[in-house]
């Protein structure tokens, strides 16, 4: 159980365009769900809380014009990156804890999303 | 920004030794959890230990907390090749998990 999707798992686009990522959580409900992103051999970076059906929660320095969040059902979040720069380039991984699991409980993660800009 | 600090760094053993690896924080936490991370991939949760909590074991991992030092630990007893991957320590402040930089483990046959 407790598993969490990601779609796509690596997608390379060309300067300007926008990528969407979406983030399933596939056997259990998620209020939340969070994005991170990770550099690499680097840590996990918290961009945002994700809530659903309400608008998401950023992180200090992280533009939220340019990380367009939606969390639209109890088993789904996008990212939408816009007009994408090679400075975008990253591993973005999502997580999603279970609603009926309380706040403080594990977190479960999904595989994650390479994102190439060229 | 980073809430752990992790050391070591690096960490180079063969199969049937023991790891251990070090977390600190800086702030009140109302869980600390160990996580693990293959090359490339996504994380996967090893084990959760409370505030309240001081040790915790599960199979070959054991996990120590001490609150006054604000200070974790790590233990894998026994390691194999498959043990390869980086691990994170991340504090739980209120509901957000803030990563440390990770320790790279390297298991060797």
């Known amino acids: 159980g407790a598993v969490v999707s990601q779609h796509p798992s690596r997608v390379i686009c060309k300067s300007g365009t926008s990528v969407k990522i979406e983030c399933r959580s596939l056997?259990?409900?998620?209020?939340?769900m969070f994005w991170y992103r990770q550099f690499p051999k680097k840590s996990l970076m918290l961009m945002a809380t994700?809530?659903?059906?309400?608008?998401?929660?950023?992180e200090q320095g992280v533009e939220k014009d340019k990380f367009l969040i939606n969390h639209a059902s109890l088993t789904l979040s996008t990212l939408t990156v816009t007009s994408a720069h090679p400075e975008d380039s990253s591993f973005y991984i999502c997580?999603?804890?279970?609603?009926?699991?309380?706040?403080?409980?594990?977190?479960?993660f999904g595989p994650g999303t390479r994102l190439t800009v060229l | 920004s980073q809430q752990g600090e992790e050391d070591p760094q690096a960490l180079s053993i063969q199969e049937g030794e023991n790891a251990t690896m070090n977390c600190s924080y800086k702030?009140?936490?109302?869980?600390l959890q160990w996580y693990r991370q293959n090359s490339g991939r996504g994380l996967v949760h090893l084990i959760l230990?409370?505030?309240?909590?001081r040790e915790k074991h599960s199979g070959r991992l054991r996990v120590t907390l001490d609150t006054s030092k604000k200070s974790s630990s790590l233990l894998i007893t026994a390691s194999r090749a498959a043990d390869t991957a980086s691990y994170f320590c991340?504090?739980?402040?209120?509901?957000?998990?803030?990563f440390g930089a990770g320790t790279q483990v390297v298991v060797t046959p």
């Open positions: 702030t009140s936490i109302n869980n």
């Open positions: 056997d259990f409900q998620a209020t939340t």
């Open positions: 997580s999603a804890r279970d609603a009926l699991a309380g706040v403080y409980n594990e977190q479960f």
């Open positions: 991340a504090t739980d402040s209120w509901g957000k998990l803030q």
């Open positions: 230990i409370r505030s309240n909590e």
């Open positions: 994700s809530n659903e059906g309400s608008k998401a929660t950023y």
